[in-house]
């Protein structure tokens, strides 16, 4: 099966946007706005502490628990699951930022430009990993297009069922990753600022952050 070149072209785009988008936010905010880049770098340690060592790792292990799959084969636990995933992404989030603006940023410093840059680390590792990610998959569709399937041995099965998921996208397709992440990027930053008011405004505002939070993953 030969590589098709406009699904090479959209994997690279949407590749290309995952990585660089945040990155030039990141340097739009500290240019024009007056961020600091150690705000970024704790938006970066913030997702990196809430989401890839802690609750990740976590819910791979709950998942692979024996009574859970077995739950999750029914359907009426469908939709409470997804609740639950999307609750505890908001919940380690969320709670992830709010330490940081506790214990991280000194009262002075927390202003909207510190929110701002904050939240452009955070959901700029995010994008960054997930880019990463979509490289990956365009050197595997590459892979599995140019080589013979003899080249595989065992796995060949394997590598043509990964040739017929690539075949059945649509050029455009992996283009909706990056537009994603750029929604995706803008409500992190959002919620960021959101948090900032729990230590302005009252702490109404960090539930405010974790609902609207659960309510966008959910959905």
């Not at 000194?106 to 909207?112: D, L, S, T």
Request: with cysteine; net charge neutral; aromatic share 14%.
């Amino acid at each position: 099966m030969p590589a098709n070149p406009l699904l090479v072209t959209s994997f690279s785009v949407a590749a290309l946007v995952d990585i660089l988008a945040p990155l030039l936010l990141a340097v739009f905010l500290a240019r024009h706005y007056g961020g600091r880049w150690r705000y970024w770098l704790c938006g970066v340690l913030v997702f990196l502490l809430s989401q890839g060592i802690t609750r990740i790792p976590a819910m791979v292990y709950f998942q692979t628990r024996p009574a859970v799959q077995a739950a999750l084969a029914e359907p009426v636990w469908f939709w409470p699951f997804l609740f639950f995933a999307a609750f505890t992404a908001g919940l380690f989030e969320e709670g992830g930022r709010w330490l940081a603006f506790r214990f991280a940023i000194p009262p002075a410093e927390r202003h909207w430009r510190t929110a701002l840059m904050l939240g452009a680390g955070h959901g700029g590792l995010d994008s960054i990993g997930i880019g990463l990610l979509t490289l990956g998959g365009l050197v595997s569709y590459l892979v599995v297009s140019l080589l013979p399937a003899e080249t595989f041995g065992s796995a060949a099965a394997q590598v043509e069922e990964g040739r017929k998921q690539f075949a059945a996208l649509q050029e455009w397709e992996p283009l909706l990753g990056g537009w994603e992440r750029l929604g995706a990027v803008t409500i992190q930053v959002a919620l960021a600022v959101l948090v900032l008011q729990a230590f302005l405004r009252g702490r109404r505002w960090w539930w405010y952050a974790l609902a609207a939070h659960t309510v966008v993953d959910f959905t």
